[in-house]
């Protein structure tokens, strides 16, 4: 089933989480320059869950970097909320990184140095704030981490590391979360265990979480998926089942 319009121009505008407008990414000069996003306008609503899919090199991590404020696209607008990045100089867009977006990646990017505890709340901590009473211990249990907490991340196995890494993407209560191949370091069964995780963190905590994946079962999981082909969006799924990703994936592979 193909989603409603949900294009930033369409009837739910105003309504995003997170918006990209006609975002243009262009990378080099003159005719060697690569067009990694070609005039990308999308979407997310508040309390959803999307996988940003396509094959290598159609710009998926260019899209993620640029929502996210790490990239700055050569034209278009991104907006957090009410929020234009591009008006932001880089000391505002860090402070906005760190307290407003929450960030999950393949590598699980922790601080080996830093129990798991000191790294959920390494973000407030940057941000000069303090956890609240009790959150920590709340969301060390929603994620499952219970009597870890103590641990630094070389004593914890990857799906455990990705559960801290989670964490700390939840600890700021962000307007979004973005996800950058959340499963590509894990087995199955902890794959599995962090999809769920995402997805409850969405339907339970009515977080708002955009998973870039290669993969059709992670895409599963999601509320709606997005496919990049050379730097555009070519086609959208709502309640994405994972042999309708595959079969459009690889008809996209192949036309790559
Ligand atoms: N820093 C850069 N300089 C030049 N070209 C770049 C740069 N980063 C990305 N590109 C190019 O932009 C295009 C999109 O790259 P991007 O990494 O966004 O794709 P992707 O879909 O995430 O790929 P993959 O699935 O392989 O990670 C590719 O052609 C890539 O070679």
Request: glycine share 10%; proline share 6%.
């Amino acid at each position: 089933m193909r989603s409603r319009d949900t294009r930033p121009d369409g009837p739910a505008a105003g309504r995003y989480a997170v918006q990209l407008t006609d975002v243009t990414r262009r990378y080099g000069e003159g005719p060697a320059a690569v067009l990694a996003l070609d005039a990308v306008s999308a979407g997310f609503e508040p309390g959803t869950f999307t996988a940003v899919m396509g094959p290598s090199g159609s710009g998926k991590s260019t899209f993620l970097h640029c929502a996210a404020g790490l990239d700055r696209p050569t034209s278009g607008q991104v907006r957090l909320g009410p929020q234009e990045l591009s008006a932001l100089r880089e000391r505002r867009l860090t402070e906005l990184r760190r307290t407003r977006i929450g960030f999950v990646f393949q590598a699980f990017n922790l601080l080996p140095s830093l129990t798991a505890e000191q790294n959920i709340t390494l973000p407030l901590r940057l941000a000069g704030r303090r956890p609240e009473a009790g959150r920590v211990e709340d969301i060390a249990h929603a994620v499952g981490l219970g009597d870890l907490l103590a641990r630094r991340p070389s004593q914890l196995s990857g799906g455990q590391q990705q559960r801290v890494a989670i964490a700390r993407a939840l600890v700021t209560r962000p307007e979004v979360i973005f996800a950058d191949e959340p499963t590509g370091a894990l087995d199955p069964e902890s794959a599995r265990d962090v999809l769920g995780l995402l997805r409850r963190a969405v339907t339970d905590l009515h977080q708002t979480v955009v998973m870039v994946t290669h993969d059709p079962t992670a895409a599963a999981h999601t509320d709606r998926a997005v496919f990049l082909s050379a730097g555009r969006i070519v086609d959208e799924l709502t309640s994405p089942g994972a042999d309708r990703v595959a079969d459009l994936l690889s008809g996209l592979r192949r036309a790559a």
